[in-house]
């Protein structure tokens, strides 16, 4: 696994030098290099300071918070729920940010990229504290199959009211259109910077939530058994997937299979040691976002095309090895 977990973070290292050396415009990387080797007449170069300053830093940095977030978002909610199929939308956090995103469109105005991160990210935490809320209402445990039940129902209701709104208000659909695609794409640094604290808390917090997780899949009464409290570790795990898929999904949208494919990798590699799948997620989750990014920015140059259609593409035959494999099916964590 050592050596697995090396050769993502090289690869990981190369596609984010290649995040910054790439683009669709027409900028030679050479250009691109001497600018960051400091060579005068590069430094000079407004242009070449407005596309690498401005566009491609923020743009890694993005693509980097994002991966690395909805990968783990991802084994924590696998792990929980003994799902090898969960993603982040099972808890209704994607719908959450999407209605919230809606919402702001439609009835605050909002046209700005700050001020679709701040509803989406509202939005998604609404979603998440409701989900709870019922998972846990006449005082029943929090179980997985309640999380999933009330994530679906919640989920199914908030593209209802979605769906009515942008309807009756066809002008706000031709702006949410392009937040929902999924893409980087315009992301600047203060968007970045504002979720940063997010993601690093959820990154933390799940480290700490990790073996706990992993008593878990010895069962409830053994995880009591060694002084967990089941119910009390899925609402903390359902806290850190709001903290880290809010703020990816207010950041870039919300990018599908992500959340799927790396820990898909990471469990497949790690087996059923949770914090393992944790790290590992992380780094798959940051090199298949920034393979992406770097492919959508050259497929069909010089344009973009959005980053959420090439996980997808690459996401689609996953999620099909995935459901017809029975040892990854028996989820593997829960052993």
């Known amino acids: 696994m050592g050596l697995v977990a090396l050769g993502l973070g090289v690869l990981a290292v190369a596609l984010l030098t290649c ?3 790439v683009g669709s415009g027409e900028i030679p990387t050479s250009r691109v290099v001497d600018y960051l080797l400091g060579h005068p007449d590069a430094v000079a170069d407004p242009q070449l300071q407005m596309v690498i300053n401005t566009l491609r830093v923020p743009r890694t940095l993005t693509a980097v918070l994002v991966g690395a977030g909805l990968g783990v978002a991802g084994t924590l909610l696998q792990s929980a729920t003994r799902n090898p199929l969960a993603e982040t939308g099972l808890l209704g956090v ?7 995103v809606v919402l702001g469109i439609s009835y605050a105005g909002v046209e700005s990229g700050y001020g679709y991160l701040v ?3 509202t939005g998604a935490a609404v979603a998440s504290a409701l989900v709870l809320l019922i998972a846990r209402t006449g005082g029943a445990m929090v179980s997985p199959l309640r999380l999933v039940l009330a994530g679906a129902a919640l989920g199914a209701t908030f593209r209802g009211i979605m769906a009515s709104i942008l309807l009756r208000q066809p002008n706000s659909y031709d702006q949410y259109r392009f937040w929902v695609i999924g893409s980087l794409s315009g992301v600047d640094m203060s968007i970045a910077l504002r979720m940063l604290p997010a993601v690093v808390i959820g990154l933390l917090a799940a480290v700490l939530v990790a073996r706990p997780l992993s008593a878990l899949h010895l069962g409830d009464d053994a995880a009591r058994a060694l002084g967990h409290r089941p119910g009390v570790v899925r609402v903390v795990v359902a806290v850190v997937v709001t903290l880290l898929a809010g703020a990816s999904v207010a950041m870039a949208g919300p990018v599908a299979f992500l959340g ?3 820990p898909y990798l990471a469990r497949a590699v790690a087996g059923p040691r949770v914090l393992a799948q944790v790290a590992l997620s992380g780094l798959a989750g940051v090199v298949l976002m920034l393979a992406s990014d770097v492919l959508a920015r050259v497929v069909i140059r010089p344009y973009e095309a959005p980053v959420s259609v090439l996980l997808a593409i690459v996401g ?5 090895l995935i459901v017809r494999s029975r040892r990854l099916m028996t989820l593997r964590t829960e052993s």
């Open 19 to 21: 995040s910054i050396l």
């Open 316 to 320: 689609g035959p996953a999620l099909i």
């Open 260 to 262: 799927l494919l790396a």
């Open 94 to 100: 994607n719908s959450g940010a999407a209605l919230g």
């Open 119 to 121: 509803w989406a990210f």
